[in-house]
């Protein structure tokens, strides 16, 4: 078990460029979560998925984002059209059981500046 | 989830315990307490979390008062790898649940040697 993995670790685009990050979960984690952290502040949900199926979008999920999880495996998120508010550290999250008593074991994040 | 409250920084000496409080006033029958914390520049790190009982685990020790609107989070003794924010998260655990964290801005906790 080697933790959660995230690629890459750091991002530079320009402005209206799409980038897509990766994230490899603990294997056998059924729940995978994607959240999105600025400067000074504490993290934010962007979306869940239980196995394949994306079950939960935040609001914070633009048109311009979309994630996937084929085979309930890895994950992707995809950001189309990169604005500069779009600059922000994101952070996936694995975690496994039934019941929200599991807690979420977080990836070291991919950084992700917009210039 | 319940509104968490915490206060947004503290310092601590080494060695000594760091109480974070935090609290959750308006938090339901069937909503747990979690506390994550995360050091600069990594993802977050599972604490701790409670309903109605303290806990302890080899990390932390977790009080819940009796009503349950507020907690407190002990570090026994606090080291200086234990600089980190700290949250204090409320939400409802159960098989129809996402199980999303909302976190709030936490407490950063500067332990000092």
């Known amino acids: 078990d080697t933790g959660v993995s995230q690629d890459p670790r750091h991002k530079i685009t320009k402005r209206g460029q799409n980038v897509t990050f990766r994230c490899d979960p603990i294997s056998e984690h059924n729940r995978l979560y994607w959240y999105r952290q600025t400067l000074g502040q504490g993290p934010e949900f962007l979306t869940y998925f239980q196995n394949e199926a994306q079950l939960e979008k935040s609001r914070l999920l633009s048109d311009r984002f979309s994630a996937e999880r084929p085979k309930g495996s890895f994950s992707t998120l995809e950001i189309q059209r990169t604005e500069q508010g779009d600059s922000a550290m994101y952070l996936c999250a694995s975690s496994d059981g039934p019941f929200a008593k599991d807690e979420q074991y977080f990836g070291p994040g991919t950084r992700l500046t917009v210039t | 989830d319940a509104k968490t409250t915490q206060p947004p920084s503290m310092d601590c000496a080494e060695g000594r315990a760091a109480n974070l409080p935090c609290n959750h006033s308006t938090i339901s029958g069937n909503e747990y307490v979690y506390w994550y914390r995360q050091i600069h520049s990594q993802g977050p790190q599972y604490i701790i979390h409670g309903l109605k009982n303290n806990e302890t685990n080899e990390m932390a020790s977790l009080i819940i008062t009796e009503d349950r609107k507020s907690s407190t989070l002990i570090l026994p003794h606090a080291t200086l790898r234990d600089t980190a924010v700290y949250y204090c998260?409320?939400?409802?655990?159960?098989?129809?649940?996402?199980?999303?964290?909302?976190f709030g801005q936490g407490t950063t906790l500067q332990v000092k040697p």
């Open positions: 998260i409320v939400r409802v655990a159960g098989s129809s649940n996402t199980g999303k964290l909302i």
